[in-house]
Structures are given as structure tokens and as C-alpha cells.
């Protein structure tokens, strides 16, 4: 016997499970978090620590938010 089950799982399901166990704050911090830590990698450092000479103050983060959106822009000024 082969069984099988039909799924179609919607984008409300998604995030639903992803966003649940997680406040909207430690969203915004890991959205932080890792970027700054890939600013570290793009410079040839660890987050541990900074290569000699890297120089972060290339890199910006920016957040907007209201009670109706959210916006973050990560740049690198060249």
C-alpha cells in the first residue's frame, strides 16, 4: 500500500511556525546580530574579534518603524 498525503502549505503556516516562539525584539536584534557579523566576514575577520586594521565605519544599519511598518537597510558606503 501506498500511501501518500497532499499538502499545500500557505505563507500564513510559515510564518506562523517560524515567528512563534521568537518576540518581534530578539527578530530585530538577530537582524542586527548577523549583520554585523557579516560586515566581520566581509572585513577577513571573526565576531570573536577584529583582523588588525579592519574598519567597520564603512558599514551602516538602518531601522524604521512605526506602528505600520518595519524597514532595515544595510549599506556599505564605497
Known amino acids: ?5 497532499l499538502a499545500n502549505p500557505t505563507k500564513s ?7 512563534r516562539d521568537i ?3 530578539d527578530c530585530i536584534l538577530d537582524l542586527i546580530d548577523n ?3 557579516g560586515a566581520w566576514k ?3 575577520s571573526q565576531p570573536m574579534g577584529l583582523a588588525d586594521g579592519a574598519d567597520l565605519s564603512e558599514y ?5 518603524a512605526n506602528k505600520s511598518f518595519f524597514l532595515s537597510k544595510i549599506t ?3
Open 76 to 78: 556599505v558606503v564605497e
Open 1 to 5: 500500500m501506498n500511501s501518500r498525503a
Open 42 to 44: 566581509s572585513e577577513g
Open 13 to 19: 503556516f510559515f510564518v506562523k511556525m517560524l515567528t
Open 60 to 64: 551602516t544599519i538602518e531601522i524604521k
Open 23 to 25: 518576540t518581534l525584539e
Open 35 to 37: 549583520s554585523v557579523d
